[in-house]
């Protein structure tokens, strides 16, 4: 596998692509949704809404916490996660701004 040269990047330009990565799948997009919808901890019913298996789910999970938005806090047995507001708002700042520039095009353009 090549060498990434993010360190010729600067920093916002990482932690778009990072978020960017995060949301990249349509699971990932849609436990967001769910746990928007859902305005509380969701423990085991991911699963149920989801068409995937507890593993992957998991794996889905996984990277939306550690990209941090969502939070998952060990309730019992189980893990119950939830949307990080702080986080969101952020990464969702980082997105408005991104998509809020101008598109500038001269007549001979594409």
């Not at 928007?36 to 794996?59: F, H, M, N, R, Y």
């Amino acid at each position: 596998m090549g060498v990434t040269k993010t360190q010729n990047f600067t920093e916002e330009q990482n932690t778009v692509a990072a978020y960017a990565k995060a949301l990249a799948h349509p699971a990932r997009i849609a436990i967001l949704q769910h746990l928007l919808k859902s305005k509380a901890c969701i423990c085991g019913d991911l699963v149920e809404v989801l068409p995937l298996a507890q593993a992957t789910v998991s794996q889905h999970l996984k990277e939306l916490k550690s990209a941090g938005l969502i939070t998952g806090t060990v309730e019992g047995t189980s893990v119950c996660y939830c949307i990080d507001k702080h986080k969101f708002e952020e990464v969702r700042d980082i997105f408005l701004n991104l998509f809020s520039a101008s598109v500038e095009c001269r007549d001979s353009c594409c």
